[in-house]
């Protein structure tokens, strides 16, 4: 059974950092390319990084490029998403999902979600 957790969340003050991470269980999973989405209540869940399955290419919004930074490691079965110079508009409920495709940018590609972690910004 494929499983994905998110941990890490929480309330920052602009300007801080926060480090997700995501725990995959029941697959290979170097196998996998993994991605980060977000999702508020008033939006769609959008795309916010993404990362190859040895880890040797990336890919981010372009809103978020230059602050947030994902990883993996694949011994640990885990990606993390590290988080710098938050705004206010980072707010939401973060996800990380697993695709067999190339690195995908589009939420229907990814097969498996975790549960999701809330990070919120204040101002």
């Known amino acids: 059974q494929v499983q994905l957790g998110e941990s890490g969340g929480g309330l920052v003050q602009a300007g801080g950092s926060v480090r997700l991470s995501c725990a995959a269980s029941?697959?290979?999973?170097?196998?996998?390319?993994m991605g980060w989405f977000r999702q508020t209540p008033e939006k769609e869940r959008e795309f916010v990084a993404a990362i190859s399955r040895s880890g040797g290419s990336t890919y981010y919004a372009d809103s978020v490029k230059g602050r947030f930074t994902i990883s993996r490691e694949n011994a640990k079965n885990t990606v993390y998403l590290q988080m710098n110079s938050l705004k206010p508009e980072d707010t939401g409920t973060y996800y990380c999902?697993?695709?067999?495709?190339?690195?995908?940018?589009?939420?229907?590609?990814?097969?498996?979600w975790g549960q999701g972690t809330q990070v919120t910004v204040s101002s």
């Open positions: 999902g697993d695709t067999t495709k190339v690195i995908s940018i589009v939420c229907v590609d990814y097969a498996y």
């Open positions: 029941g697959r290979t999973f170097s196998t996998y390319v």
